[in-house]
């Protein structure tokens, strides 16, 4: 999982301990310590700083990153005895290309996130949240702020028609394996329609929801909030609804505003 030590990540990390330590999987947590632009790149500033204190301006700043991921080691021995973790401070000057390294290194079954509900999804992550979506080559769960359910046992796929990519009914059919929960596939009709689509993923277990709303995101929370579901699956596809949601900076509000975590399954295949 991915931290920046903020109140979401903190919580995160608690969630993504409890997979682990439920999963019997090892927990690898990750900061990314931005580095510095130079300072020709910078904006004028009327008292601008001199070159010679970004280098301690720097070590400053990957010391306390040291410091925060040591209060993480402590933390996670007192409150989840027994899991294995490990912990890694990475730099660099792209988020997304940091943690997509990240991931190429361990192949982790999910990459875990904290989101903050009042500022939109992956807010602490500035622009970043759409080329994370689209550069990890693993599940992605960004997990609400105040969300401090830590059981897996009913999931909904949203489905707007598109089928599955070979690489996403991967990832769904391992993380159920992993997980253990049930499925519901929904389809939220912002219009009438006579026949609404459902892709076949292969579970005939899997039951499917037609929800009348007027906005996706409303009926997506009105279903979540009113059938006890614990996780929701997303697919984006290039140009898609969630392409698009995870784009717009005021679009991305109501996707933080939804009661459960959300996983993004990757579309496309690892590169070779």
């Known amino acids: 999982m991915a931290t920046d030590f903020s109140a979401a990540a903190n919580n995160a990390l608690r969630y993504a301990a409890q997979m682990a330590l439920a999963t019997g999987k090892a927990l690898h947590v990750v900061h990314v310590q931005m580095m510095p632009p130079a300072a020709g790149m910078l904006p004028a500033l009327a008292d601008p700083l001199p070159d010679l204190l970004y280098p301690p301006l720097y070590g400053q700043a990957v010391e306390q990153g040291g410091a925060e991921l040591e209060g993480c080691r ?3 021995a007192e409150r ?6 490990s912990f ?4 660099g000057t792209d988020l997304a290309e940091a943690l997509s390294s990240a991931v190429d290194a361990h192949h982790p079954e999910a990459v875990i996130l904290g989101t903050h509900q009042r500022n939109g999804f992956f807010a602490r992550w500035g622009s970043q949240g759409l080329p994370l979506v689209r550069s990890i080559e693993a599940p992605l769960i960004a997990v609400p702020e105040t969300f401090a359910t830590h059981t897996w046992q009913r999931a909904v796929l949203a489905t707007d028609g598109h089928g599955l990519s070979e690489r996403q009914q991967t990832a ?7 997980l253990g929960f049930r499925l519901d596939l929904v389809q939220v009709q912002t219009k009438p329609s006579a026949n609404p689509v459902f892709p076949d993923i292969g ?3 899997a039951h499917t929801h037609l929800v009348h709303s007027g906005t996706v995101a409303d009926g997506l929370e ?9 996780l929701l699956l997303v697919l984006p596809h290039d140009h898609s609804f969630w392409e698009r949601l995870f784009a717009k900076e005021h679009t991305l509000e109501l996707v933080s505003g939804l009661p459960v975590p959300v996983c993004c399954l990757p579309e496309k295949e690892p590169a070779a």
């Open 203 to 205: 579970l005939p277990e």
């Open 88 to 91: 890694e401070q990475l730099a």
């Open 172 to 178: 769904l059919t391992a993380l159920r394996q992993l």
């Open 74 to 76: 402590h933390h996670i």
């Open 80 to 85: 989840f005895p027994g899991l294995t973790v």
């Open 222 to 230: 009105q279903f979540l909030r009113t059938s006890g579901s614990d």
